[in-house]
């Protein structure tokens, strides 16, 4: 492609290459959706249907039940459901109806009883499947994984690795330096205007956490006037806050005081989307107080988020406001993609001419 593209080689010429490349992602999504609906139909039509038999407790299986369910695409049917304590019942149960799928749900101390349950399976011709319940814990990004020829169940961990980092690295750095090309007029301007309104630097900067914890520097445009707070602490700004500049409110109102941020992406420490980056004193306090607050460090924090786009955005002076934005920021964390940080970053102009918390 590089030769055609460049005439190095003119065995294709570069019209055809492109029209090949079209034509072959056009036809394959066409081919996906076409496979899709047909085997829907043939699944309505009785075809390909596999036989499921659920072993465990009620609780356990209920998600499993409610998803099996819901996607009658699956051709997957619940023919009957067992007990994990009554080993006679399953085998009679797996002898006399010959089930495809035998799905066993496990809680935690239930793995004394997978024993019996697999010697009264031992027979069955049925793929049989475990389930551990990991819904009992807070589960980040799950999934399987082999390390060094060990299968492992994922149950905490970063979903920025391999190829999903470097397609985002791209991004980040991509937007990032289109927006300070297109931005420059922009920065120049708010530069003077703070610098003509109010003594002092034209830009702020503070500690705060990372990915992985680790201490950056993030800057903004300062917005407030000059003025000292004991070690370690940051008062958040709230309305009518006598800190804050005319042309502070402005930038924080529009949020032009986070465009400096761009410089942070370029600098690596940040990212275009992901959990907005807390004042350290902010993280010591919330980690004591929210459950699992500290997996948003597990990915570089953002310039916007899904808690901002979603209403949390500025000041929480309510614990429970904290927790909304922490728990958004984890299904950021377990839901990422890269169709869902382009989703983000094109429905974070709504959120800003709302101007909803920003003081």
Known sequence: MLLALTHTADTFSRAWLVIWLLTTMVTLCLGRVAVFFIMAHMRRAGYQHKRLLLVGDAGVLDT????????????????????????AAIAAFDAQHKPDEVWVGLRMVDHDALDAVMQALSQSVANI???????????????????LGIPMVDASVSPMHGSSRMIKAALDYGVASLMLLLLAPVLLLTAAAIKLTSPGPVFYKQKRNGWNGDEIWVY??????????PEG????????????????RLLRKTSLDELPQFI?????RMSIVGPRPHALSHNAAYQKLIPH????HKVKPGITGWAQICGYRG????????????????????HWSIWLDLKIILLTPL????GQNAY
């Open 315 to 334: 000041r929480t002076e309510t614990l429970d406001k904290m927790e909304g934005r922490i728990k958004h920021d984890i299904y950021y964390l377990e």
């Open 129 to 147: 499947r475990l389930l551990p319940d990991l819904h009992m814990y807070q589960i980040l990004n799950h999934g399987m994984s082999v390390t």
């Open 64 to 87: 499993v039940r409610e998803r099996v369910k819901g996607a009658t695409w699956s051709g997957f049917d619940i023919v009957g459901e067992v007990a994990l304590s009554d080993v």
């Open 264 to 268: 942070n992406v370029l600098q690596g």
């Open 351 to 354: 959120a800003l001419i709302q």
């Open 233 to 248: 602490c940051v008062t958040q700004a709230c309305p009518q806050d006598a800190r804050v500049t005319p042309m502070g």
């Open 220 to 229: 903004k445009f300062r917005t407030m006037v000059l003025h000292h707070e």
């Open 293 to 296: 607050y500290a997996l948003r």
